[in-house]
């Protein structure tokens, strides 16, 4: 470098790294360095331990392995829920989360009894959907119970979901429709089948327009 005729790599491509530029021949996107900027020395965002996005909610964290560091939606528009079943129990779905092994966990889980836990900020990106698009764009609540029992999705669970989404709705300005909160199994490239054909979609969204009505 230095010798003419040749540019000078940007100090940020530099501190970047991991192939993001090629010296002489490539520039980083202005859309991938902003998705960035926070690795950048100095510029992390700070974070508190067991901080909420949903009042109520348990924090409870998922293993580190099963999401990724990210600053939505300033890095990726948040503009998708997806629900999910976990086909077990609600202690199933916390210990898969926390297992660094399995590969995935959604940020939110809700028991039949309505109560929310929280394992990943809505900020970061989580391993739920089974397609790095959807993730990125998107937070994946889970449930506990069974796609073939429609028993266990109880007037509590779907209280306590439509709440939860209605509020993740009015923060990234997410429409209520079957467009923007979709099931598990309309992602593109999922092998899953949840929340199943018991998922009652009718009493689901209006519940959210009406939690959605509510003083916070």
């Not at 709705?169 to 099931?183: L, N, S, T």
Request: charged letters at 30%; hydrophobic letters at 40%; proline letters at 4%.
């Amino acid at each position: 470098m230095g010798s003419k005729g040749k540019k000078a790599v940007g100090r940020r491509a530099v501190l970047l790294g991991g192939g993001a530029a090629v010296v002489g021949t490539a520039v980083l996107a202005r859309e991938e360095l902003a998705r960035a900027w926070w690795r950048l020395p100095g510029t992390r965002r700070k974070r508190v331990e067991g901080e909420l996005d949903h009042a109520g909610a348990e924090w409870t964290s998922a293993s580190r392995a099963n999401w990724r560091r990210a600053d939505r939606p300033d890095d990726y528009t948040i503009d998708r829920i997806v629900i999910h079943v976990v086909q077990g129990s609600y202690a199933t779905a916390l210990r898969v989360f926390k297992n660094p092994g399995h590969g995935a966990a959604a940020h939110y889980v809700v028991r039949k009894d309505g109560h929310v836990a929280q394992m990943i900020r809505e900020l970061d990106v989580g391993f739920h959907a089974g397609n790095r698009d959807m993730n990125e764009r998107s937070i994946g609540i889970e449930h506990e119970g069974f796609v073939d029992r429609p028993k266990d999705f109880t007037a509590a669970m779907y209280e306590g979901s439509a709440r939860l989404a209605a509020g993740i709705c009015a923060r990234y300005g997410i429409p209520v429709d079957r467009e923007h909160i979709i099931g598990h199994v309309e992602v593109e490239g999922t092998d899953h089948t949840d929340p199943g054909p018991h998922w009652d979609w009718d009493r689901y969204l209006r519940l959210v327009r009406e939690a959605s009505k509510k003083p916070a």
